[in-house]
């Protein structure tokens, strides 16, 4: 079955550090891949999407994700951590079941930003 | 502006009470779904619907049910055979049901139990 995994489900850093959240997937055929970002009591908003035109994705809010087959991986990042980035991401996979296709999300990490 | 509406945004069940979610749309989306968060859980998949008068149970649908008698709504209703309904409820849509498709949410209605 096609599934996703965030490694860390919280991330701890410093204001203008690096961010890097990590999501590694199992698909058996070249998957969509999504990065969703929640805000307290909010719903999800998307960030950005793969749907195989280039492995570098930008996204919003200064956010990219770079998708390699090889490591199965779609890791998230930003190069300067901002205190409005805290929040919690969730990486989802597409999937197709029973003639049907629908999203499997990960159970998110929570990042916190530190001043 | 376009978007997805859902109410309430807290809501409270007695013992064996059935009660109604509200999601509404104007995005013109032919999908639409519905999700339980519970925290540490990630989202999980309740039913969904891919057109108007039709629609398929997610992985955990037992103790729910859901209408689609409109391309606008997709209300959820929370029966008493739902043993554990405290949680936060997300409504989303997409353009289709094709897997590329971004989904689109709404702020989410959580229930708790009195």
């Known amino acids: 079955a096609q599934s996703v995994t965030q490694l860390g489900s919280h991330v701890s850093v410093s204001e203008g550090a690096l961010v890097l959240l990590r999501c590694n997937y199992s698909s058996s055929v070249p998957p969509y891949l999504f990065w969703y970002v929640q805000y307290p009591n909010q719903g999800l908003q998307l960030l950005l999407k793969?749907?195989?035109?280039?492995?570098l994705v930008k996204g919003i809010n200064g956010f990219e994700a770079e998708f390699k087959k090889s490591e199965t991986s779609f890791h998230l990042t930003k190069p300067s951590a901002h205190m409005s980035d805290a929040a919690e991401y969730f990486c989802?996979?597409?999937?197709?079941?029973?003639?049907?296709?629908?999203?499997?999300f990960g159970k998110g990490t929570k990042l916190t930003v530190n001043p | 502006d376009g978007g997805i509406t859902q109410s309430p945004k807290y809501l409270f069940r007695k013992e064996g009470q059935n009660v109604t979610l509200s999601c509404e749309q104007n995005?013109?989306?032919?999908?639409m779904y519905w999700y339980r968060q519970d925290p540490g859980q990630g989202l999980r998949l309740i039913y969904y619907s891919q057109i108007v008068n039709d629609f398929q149970k997610g992985d955990i649908a037992e103790g729910y049910s859901v209408s689609r008698e409109k391309k606008e709504s997709f209300p959820l209703t929370v029966t008493s055979a739902q043993k554990n309904p405290t949680a936060f409820y997300l409504c989303a849509s997409s353009t289709s049901g094709y897997s590329n498709q971004p989904q689109h949410f709404g702020d989410g209605t959580r229930l708790s139990i009195l």
């Open positions: 989802a996979v597409s999937v197709s079941q029973g003639g049907s296709e629908k999203l499997v």
């Open positions: 793969y749907t195989s035109a280039a492995t």
């Open positions: 995005l013109n989306h032919d999908a």
